[in-house]
């Protein structure tokens, strides 16, 4: 596709999910497009994270009711946010702009926004995982939320209240409910919500190189380079990398679609454009063998702990600690999630657990920013999903897709893969 017709050449930086489903969506529609990443496809976030396919979670991470709980998180050194003293200085004006988000008049406009984003993620992975030819990846099991007791759930009201309004349909569960579907549900939760349309993918890497081969078949060209610097030029954009490839100096992109997650902000600060990105580190650790222990994503939401049965075993993911893109991970958190596990899940004996840190892309008020930068002629952005990278990679990839190739299209993850 060139000329009048659309774009004539397309470079994506970033092969996470959001990237990668970008790439695939403008490629399916007949565009030229390159695929960069500094690594291995799928390999950081989306490597890691728990699978969760939410569309539901319209509630920004910015409340009132969260914000009163802060303090008391950060002074809980096994709490589930983790903020350490010599990073707060960078983080402070984030943090600023986070407490603000909380206003409801901007936490309301923000899960509209949510909500129509994410509409329809379940229904477009389930025909994507078909399409893609793996479709024993996803199952649509539902999510189960546990809380000690209702007084507990009452604490995250206004998320289950948006939930409502957007149409989900939310089951209120007792002890007994929540065994009928968890039959080895952790002791002390007594108390369970029970979202029945939503999903999980129980192998998240090699679903995104799934993804990344359907491309590659397609006639998509994947680059591993790191990107060092965008430059916009008469003829189109320039891309400076590091090492190979040495791009002829002829070579231009029409158009640039910056995908690559919480590093997207230090790629377009040259650019006069400042993103208020930051990186709220995630942890998992992984019991091999052990997925059977849960049938679905089950959340202690009294602990912000994601367990979910993947391909390779039970995975235990979340907590959030915000100490920036350099700092190695933080073993502490690691160990923490791993006691959560256990005590949770007798069965694990002492069976041992591997663990993994990612960063997730956050934008003060969660909502991810999606679509053209107007005053950057062939500049797009799709960054900043947070914790829903997978739940919004589709639809994402779908709006930028409609957007650059001009109207409405054909799914293309209904599209048969060639």
Known sequence: MNGENGPSRVAVIGAGVVGV???????????????????????????????????GSVAPLALPGVLKTVPGML???DGPLSLPLRYLPKAASWLIAFAQSADPAKVKAA?????????????AHESMARALGVPELFVRHGHLHLYPDAA?????AMGWQLREQYGYAVQQLDRAGIEALEPQAPPGYAHGRFLADHGTILNPYRYVQAMVQ?????????VQAEVRRLRPEAEGWRIDTAGAPAWPKEQRWSHVVVANGAWAAQLVHPLGMWLPLESQRGYHVQFAGAQSLVQRTVVLADKKVFVAPMEGGL???????IAGLKAPPNQRRAMLLERIAREAFPALGSQPAESWMGHRPCLPNSVPVVGHVDALPGLWLAV????????????????IANALCGGQGEPFWALPQR
């Not at 995975?315 to 600690?321: I, P, Q, W």
């Open 214 to 222: 359907a491309f590659v078949r397609r006639g998509g060209q994947l």
């Open 75 to 77: 002074l809980d050194a």
């Open 152 to 156: 507990a759930a009452a604490k995250d």
């Open 111 to 123: 899960a509209a926004v949510l909500n129509e984003l994410y509409h329809g993620a379940v229904d």
């Open 21 to 55: 489903s970008t790439a695939l969506a403008l490629r399916s529609r007949g565009v030229e497009v390159t695929l960069l990443e500094r690594g291995e496809p799928g390999m950081a976030c989306s490597w890691g994270n728990s699978g969760a396919i939410s569309p």
């Open 315 to 321: 995975r235990v993911g979340g907590t959030v600690e």
């Open 384 to 399: 900043g999903h947070g914790h829903l990278g997978l739940t919004g990679s589709l639809p994402t990839a779908q709006r």
